[in-house]
Each structure stands twice: as C-alpha cells, then as structure tokens.
C-alpha cells in the first residue's frame, strides 16, 4: 500500500483534503481492502482520542479532587475503556435510583438521550476520579462510599 | 421492588454503556466528520430506545444495534450529499461491513491506546488532547500556540500516526491482528 495513504486519509479525517484527494480515497476505498482496514483503524483513533478528551474536560469542569490538567493527562488510567466498561452499570442504577418513582409519565426519546448523556458524563467522571484518589486494585464505584475505617 | 418498565430502561442502558465504544466507531467509520457521526450518534440511541420493545433478547445487540445505525446513516448521508462529496451506498456497505468484522481488533486498539498516550511527549499529548477538545478551532488553537493551522494539522497527523503505529505494534506483540 502507498504510503501517503496516511497524509490522505488525516485530512479527509480534518475535513482538509481537497475535492481530488477526497475523489482518490473514495475510488482507494471501494477497491483495496488493506485501504480499508487502514481508513477503519484511524477511524477508530479519531472516536476514541475524541472519548478522551471529553473525559479530560469533564475531569476539568466537574471534580473538587481534580489533579491539574497535565497531571489528569499524564496520569490518565490503564485501561481507561475497561474503567469505563466496568462503571457503565453502576452509574446507569445510580442515575435510576435518582429518579423519581411517582408519578411515572412515558419516557421520550429525547429524555433518553439526556439519560445517556448523563451516564456517559458519570462515567467518565468515574473512570477518572479513581486515578487521582484510589489505588489501582480498588473497584470504580469504590469513590462513592465512605472511606474504611481502620481499627486502633 | 422495580416494576417491570424500570428493569427495562436498565437493561438499555447497560447494554447500551456496554456497546457505545463500538457503535461510535462504527457510526464514525462512514460519515465524514466527527461531528456528523455525534449527531447520528445521538439520533441512533433514540431509534435505539424507542424499538427496544421488539428487541429480541436472545439476540445480539451490537448487531441489532449496528443494523439501525447503518440505516440511520444512510439517511443523513441522503440529506448531507445536497451540499458535501460524501460515500456512496455501495461503499457505505462495504465499510459497514468491514467495520463490524474488525470490532475485536478496534476494541484492542482502543484498549491499547492508553498505554500507548503515555507513551507519547508530554507535549504532544497535550496537543492531542487539546485538539480533540469539544468546542476546539484549531484555527484558534494555532494561534495560541503561535503556529500556522497547517503546521498544527501536519503535527496533529505525526501524532496519530505514532499512535497508530503503537496500538498496532502492541496488539502483534500479543499476537493480535
């Protein structure tokens, strides 16, 4: 494969590429699979280096723990997305605990989305709380109890 | 005691907080932008929501859930391809396609990443970081950072490149695709 395939499909991903470049990589794409898996894989990049910066900026605007940005950065968890993965369910039940019971109106699509928006700030609050103040073997909703207490 | 419509809205989101990695991947995979593919994004978890009455438990849900994306893309490209040079139906297809068999090895990739963040400059990551920011101009960011957009662009791209490069170099030291 050519490399300049890379250069290419970085600015189709900036949305940089003229309409010539755009042309060649749509024609690269419909005939090489190689250009595919290559495309599909900085595609993936792009989601997931935009998940993380999401969850920075939540660890920035949202947490009185919150170490300094190049701290947050520097340190930010191994396995993030397993961290993520793991508090998905606690922070969806914590969110359905809050809400209220009585009375139940029907649910609408866009109460739903809001719901996920939420969760996924919980999470990322989670996944990135736990680097500054626990240590690495205790669980990512272990931040919502109270601290043990230790026996004199 | 949860009545039967709270275990319900439950089931959804843990399998939708399960599966949001892959189906962002997926949705991003065929649309141009990032901020295309978070506006589908958003308009699938609702088409999502509103059909998880006929979803069949017993079923795959990434693949239920891959099944309304892709046709929820299809529809935005409809209306994006008045103005934009966009994917055509048969590519979308066969990206979709490809998307879907290579979710293990993209699921690795971004388990990878992490380790491979850290192994990144400080400043790079910072850029990096920075540039992927929600609300970032990277227009404003160059001038910040006192650079041309294009220069920011061409450092942008050596860093994702070296990311690249690093997950796939991890994930065949473990003996990965």
């Known amino acids: 494969m050519k490399s300049h395939w890379h250069e290419t499909i970085q600015q189709y991903v900036d949305g940089q590429s003229s309409a010539e470049e755009t042309v060649a990589l749509f024609n690269g794409l419909n005939e090489d699979a190689d250009l595919r898996a290559l495309y599909l894989d900085y595609m993936n990049l792009d989601m997931a280096l935009g998940a993380m910066a999401d969850a920075v900026a939540v660890e920035e605007n949202g947490s009185n723990r919150m170490t300094s940005l190049h701290g947050a950065r520097a340190g930010a968890p191994q396995n993030l997305w397993r961290w993520a993965a793991a508090a998905a369910a606690m922070a969806a039940l914590i969110l359905f605990a809050m809400l209220p019971r009585a009375p139940k109106p029907a649910r609408t699509g866009q109460d739903v989305a809001a719901v996920i928006t939420s969760s996924q700030n919980a999470i990322a609050r989670l996944a990135f709380d736990t680097t500054s103040a626990l240590p690495a073997w205790m669980s990512p909703t272990a931040s919502l109890l109270a601290p043990p207490t230790i026996p004199q | ?177």
Request: overall charge positive; charged content about 30%; proline content about 3%.
């Open chain 2, 1 to 177: 005691m949860r009545n039967l419509n709270d275990q319900h809205q439950i089931q959804f989101l843990r399998l939708f907080a399960e599966h949001e990695p892959a189906l962002r991947t997926y949705i991003r995979s065929m649309l141009p932008s990032r901020g295309d593919a978070l506006e589908v994004m958003q308009e699938v978890a609702v088409v999502l929501w509103q059909k998880f009455a006929e979803f069949d438990g017993s079923r795959d849900f990434r693949k239920w859930a891959f099944g309304v994306a892709r046709y929820e893309v299809l529809a935005y490209l409809r209306d994006l391809a008045r103005d934009r040079h966009v994917f055509d139906e048969a590519l979308v297809h066969r990206l979709a396609d490809d998307a879907a068999a290579a979710e293990p090895r993209h699921d690795a990739q971004r388990e990878a990443l992490e380790a491979c963040l850290q192994k990144l400059k400080p400043a790079q990551r910072e850029l990096v970081l920075h540039a992927y920011a929600k609300g970032t101009r990277m227009d404003e960011l160059a001038a910040r950072r006192g650079q041309t957009a294009m220069s920011l662009y061409k450092a942008l791209h050596r860093i994702r490149q070296a990311l690249l490069e690093c997950v796939r170099r991890q994930l065949s030291a473990e003996g990965l695709p």
